[in-house]
């Protein structure tokens, strides 16, 4: 029997978030891409025999990305994004983690104290802009 691969997965599209660059006007957004997640199905299709059993136990969910590229908010141009990921195993998404929890852990292999975060100064502003108008002249 071969196996269909609507026999196997339900498919439910998703929208998902990415922070992406333009390449163009430099500028960092939040963009929607729409993704198509194939979800296994509880049981295998009648009629499978034994070996399509253990390929059906070997499945996983996954994702894949229908979008190749955005169009950028501030400019208006179009460009690629910047992945060379189009499908994506759900089972991989839970277990990424962040950046502040991968620094902490390098930091604790490494034995170097956590660095006091930094407080942000306000830049200050030059003369021309502090100084009273005199008005026009």
């Given at each position: 029997?071969?196996?269909?691969?609507?026999?196997?997965?339900?498919?439910?599209?998703?929208?998902?978030?990415?922070?992406?660059?333009?390449?163009?006007?430099?500028?960092?957004?939040?963009?929607?891409?729409?993704?198509?997640?194939?979800?296994?199905?509880?049981?295998?299709?009648?009629?499978?025999?034994?070996?399509?059993?253990?390929?059906?136990?070997?499945?996983?969910?996954?994702?894949?990305?229908?979008?190749?590229?955005?169009?950028?908010?501030?400019?208006?141009?179009?460009?690629?994004?910047?992945?060379?990921h189009s499908l994506v195993f759900v089972d991989q998404l839970g277990g990424?983690?962040?950046?502040?929890?991968?620094?902490?852990?390098?930091?604790?292999?490494?034995?170097?104290?956590?660095?006091?975060?930094?407080?942000?100064?306000?830049?200050?502003?030059?003369?021309?802009?502090?100084?009273?108008?005199?008005?026009?002249?």
């Open positions: 029997m071969a196996l269909d691969e609507r026999a196997l997965f339900t498919k439910a599209p998703e929208n998902r978030s990415g922070r992406f660059q333009c390449p163009r006007c430099r500028r960092t957004g939040d963009y929607r891409i729409r993704w198509v997640r194939h979800s296994k199905k509880g049981k295998p299709p009648s009629g499978a025999n034994a070996d399509d059993r253990a390929k059906f136990a070997k499945l996983r969910d996954y994702m894949l990305r229908l979008d190749d590229d955005v169009t950028c908010k501030t400019c208006g141009k179009k460009f690629d994004i910047p992945s060379q990424l983690p962040n950046d502040d929890d991968l620094q902490q852990e390098i930091n604790a292999v490494a034995d170097e104290p956590e660095p006091e975060p930094e407080r942000e100064k306000k830049p200050t502003l030059p003369d021309r802009f502090t100084r009273k108008s005199s008005g026009w002249k």
